[in-house]
């Protein structure tokens, strides 16, 4: 009888220890997976900078399958070399991009897609900070990612 008791438990054990669960998005951060650069939009804005702001915006958020499409736009240096840098933590996405060209004589409207998966449904604080020429130009807004 103990044998037969020792055996079931042995068996319950590795069953237990075995099985998959599966995990739970709200247990984790979202992933940053990858930066999409999709390069100058826009011919030469020096002329009607006073018409942009110069400040990232939030262009699109896009769910496709398994993952979470973040679109910024931004001015900065027609030749821009992008830095990305993000980080995810308590319900904040923090994405700070970094213009490492050399200063050109023209400005460019660019979008760039920052795409993450482990996502989940939910409010979250977007901060998106943009080094240029020294400079820092931010957006600091709520966005939610929905169902």
């Known amino acids: 009888m103990k044998e037969n008791l020792f055996i079931i438990s042995f068996l319950l054990f590795i069953i237990t220890s075995c099985s998959k669960t599966e995990l739970d998005k ?9 930066m ?22 939030l262009d ?42 050399p200063p050109a ?11 993450f998966d482990n996502f989940y449904p939910g409010s979250f604080h977007l901060l998106v900070n943009l080094l240029w020429l020294g400079a820092e130009q931010d957006l600091d807004t709520t966005i939610i990612i929905p169902n």
């Open 60 to 101: 699109t958020i896009m769910v496709n399958d398994d993952s979470l499409f973040i679109c910024i736009r931004f001015i900065t240096n027609c030749g821009a070399k992008f830095i990305d840098s993000v980080l995810t933590y308590n319900n904040t996405i923090e994405i700070t991009l970094d213009d490492t060209g």
């Open 105 to 115: 004589d023209c400005i460019c409207l660019f979008k760039n897609d920052f795409v």
């Open 26 to 34: 709200n247990s984790g951060n979202i992933n940053y997976m990858k």
């Open 36 to 57: 999409i650069n999709y390069g100058c939009q826009s011919e030469n804005l020096s002329n009607y900078l006073a018409l942009y702001n110069p400040k990232p915006q």
